[in-house]
Nanobody
């Protein structure tokens, strides 16, 4: 299974970007999918997640600005980022989790895509 992220780039403060992530290969039924980010000198942090039933979870600093969405059938997850701030600058990673009901849990990570927000 591979997760391929795309859509990063450079944007001015207040602007918008949309990240997309698609899973390929023999894909299991994913539980949660989501996005994490890591800025230089900082640990990787959760940005947003979405369950297979559509339940979403956001870190407080992006609530109201970012929207996560998912196509369960296509195994894709997107992150619409609006009203971006310089502190959103980071490498963004998509993530997926499989397992449960007797199957071992497993994490999958995309390769990361750079998002830079200029002030």
């Amino acid at each position: 299974v591979q997760l391929q992220a795309s859509g990063g780039g450079l944007v001015e403060a207040g602007g918008s970007l949309r990240l997309s992530c698609a899973a390929s290969g023999v894909t299991p039924g994913f539980n949660n999918m989501g996005w994490y980010r890591q800025a230089p000198g900082f640990e990787r942090e959760l940005v947003a997640t979405i369950s297979k039933h559509g339940t979403t979870n956001y870190r407080i600093s992006v609530k109201g600005r970012f929207t996560i969405s998912r196509d369960v059938a296509k195994n894709t997850v997107d992150l619409q980022m609006n009203s971006q701030k310089p502190e959103d600058t980071a490498v963004y990673y998509c993530h997926a989790e499989s397992g449960g009901l007797g199957a071992p849990y497993k994490d999958y990570w995309g390769q990361g895509t750079q998002v830079t927000v200029s002030s």
